[in-house]
């Protein structure tokens, strides 16, 4: 079997921010490619060089994903008591081989674990919450980068500066130096299209009742909270009802257990009535039904 990590990785990227770059007069959406890898895509572009003027394609950033899935998989090897099993889901070696699949998806401990590696902080935007999940920020970094995720892509947020270049870097605390109000415009820009998009794909669940459940705590009805997988997801009592679109299918979780409930095959935009099955939950398994307004 042997290692699962190749047997050398290549240094990050080192370069110096200019001192005093021309004005940023706003941000914008850099279209990342859309597959399994966004968030390595888009890390890799950002943090290929401060500025430049070319896009990214997925033929000249496959390989930097890759490596940067490689550095996850070591990071997680090296402290396997920062990064347990509980962190992780999965015992670390198992996620040392999952992550370097080309198709399995970054979130959260990635971006952390990329931030430390590129010495950058990495500022994920929720466009559904407005949100922005900073990493790296305790770290005393010099440079921050920006990324957008809409539920289920992430896209690389860059600067227009006022000589029109592009900027992909920022000094960090630029938010207080004139970087807040295109910050915020950008913001509330990308969130206004993502209520837009998500009038098309919600289809105006208000409430969904689940019962009949084995595992108790799932019973109950459950509230819209935010938008997971794209789709819309409900929560209850802690307990999440939620679409995983690396699964194709429905599930039921229990976010603080790490643990999942109740999983339905389907890819609708609605959770499924009917054709729930026993997971990691109590059987029997449960019905739904849903409120629409």
């Known amino acids: 079997s042997g290692s699962p990590l190749p047997p050398r990785l290549p240094p990050p990227p080192t370069f110096r921010m200019a001192s005093s770059p021309p004005a940023v007069r706003a941000l914008r959406r ?54 347990s099993e509980a962190i992780l889901g999965k015992k670390p070696k198992e996620y ?17 674990v990329l931030s430390e590696h590129l010495k950058t902080e990495l500022h994920a935007i929720d466009a559904s919450t407005k949100e922005i999940l900073k ?25 227009v500066r006022n000589d029109e270049k592009e900027q992909r870097l920022f000094v ?20 206004a299209l993502w209520k837009e998009a998500d009038k098309r794909r919600n289809p105006g669940i208000t409430s969904v009742e689940i019962c009949g459940a084995g595992t108790a705590e799932a019973n109950g009805e459950y509230k819209p909270k935010g938008s997971m997988g794209g789709r819309q997801g409900f929560e209850c009592k802690g307990i999440m009802l939620c679409y995983n679109p690396s699964e194709a299918r429905w599930e039921i979780t229990d976010p603080i257990m790490l643990s999942t409930l109740y999983v339905a ?29």
């Open 172 to 191: 960090c605390g630029s938010e207080a130096k004139g970087l807040k109000k295109a910050l915020d415009a950008f913001v509330e820009s990308e969130h």
């Open 30 to 83: 850099q279209a990342i490619p859309n597959d399994y890898s966004c968030l390595f895509h888009a890390v890799s572009y950002l943090t290929s060089s401060s500025c430049s003027s070319s896009s990214p394609s997925p033929s000249s950033s496959s390989s930097s994903s890759s490596g940067l899935r490689a550095v996850c998989a070591q990071a997680v090897l090296k402290d396997s008591t920062r990064f």
């Open 265 to 293: 095959k389907s890819e609708d935009n609605s959770p499924p009535l009917n054709g729930w099955t026993v997971d990691e939950g109590e059987g029997p398994a449960p019905k739904l039904k849903t409120t629409s307004a």
């Open 96 to 112: 040392a081989e999952w992550i370097q699949d080309t198709f399995s998806w970054g979130g959260y401990i990635e971006l952390q």
């Open 135 to 159: 990493f790296g920020t305790e770290r005393g970094f010099e440079k921050q980068a920006y990324l957008l995720y809409t539920g289920t892509h992430y896209d690389a947020v860059v600067g």
